[in-house]
């Protein structure tokens, strides 16, 4: 879009180069903002749209910035080149906290899957080991206990594990 308004061509335009190039669902959803305005509705209106359609924060940004545009005044060209660039480090700075995360990520399965994976193997080795859990009513009540702190816990995990921007 940047490119096609250093290029010359008006906004309303521009939405519609970006929406015949782009696959959907994001052309399609240009092609429905630049159909609305050409339809006679306002720009700011058309934006609004789409930004309460496509939840997407990117998208929010760009429309957000627009709008202010639109208002002000300025080098709109210039601006969505500086927010194509906001998004794409965004973009690099989510796979890098992707990356540095995942050894967490990993132990978080590890740990998660661990108790089964024993439990598992003390019943293949040594069958009646387990069998009072499962059979006796105190056993029962352990191994209830033992699987909702295990779900806290997974739960828990999962929540400090999961980062998100």
Known sequence: MGR???AGHAFPTALKM????LRAPLGSEMRIVFDEVNFGVA???????LASRVP???LRYFVVAVLIQRETGGNLAELLG???AIIRDRLTLL???RTLSAEGRMSAWILSLMPFAVALMMQ???PDFLRLLYTDPGGRKMLT???VMMGLGILVIRKVTRIRL
């Open 124 to 126: 293949l080795s040594s």
């Open 95 to 97: 796979g890098e906290i």
């Open 18 to 21: 970006v929406g015949d190039e």
């Open 43 to 49: 720009m700011g209106d058309a934006l609004g749209n």
């Open 56 to 58: 997407s924060t990117d």
């Open 82 to 84: 500086r927010i194509s």
């Open 4 to 6: 096609s308004m250093r």
């Open 145 to 147: 206990m033992a699987l």
